[in-house]
């Protein structure tokens, strides 16, 4: 694997929203078979999102009329 890309850690995703987070086996079991890594479903943080960018706007339009 390699190259750059952005994204999140899911252990720290996890602190936030957990529902968005998959929760894997121990890292000490990396050479097992059975290993499962945390994994981060980015689609459950689209409404999250966009109900902040909505609250954003408000507020910046809120403070613009002033």
Known sequence: MGGS??????QEAFKVFP????????QEAYGDPDYIPW?????????????EIQKLRSRVASLESR
């Open 5 to 10: 890309g952005y994204g999140v850690k899911a």
């Open 19 to 26: 529902d968005a987070v998959t929760i894997g086996s121990p």
């Open 39 to 51: 994994g981060v479903d980015y689609s459950k943080f689209v409404p999250v999102l966009l109900r």
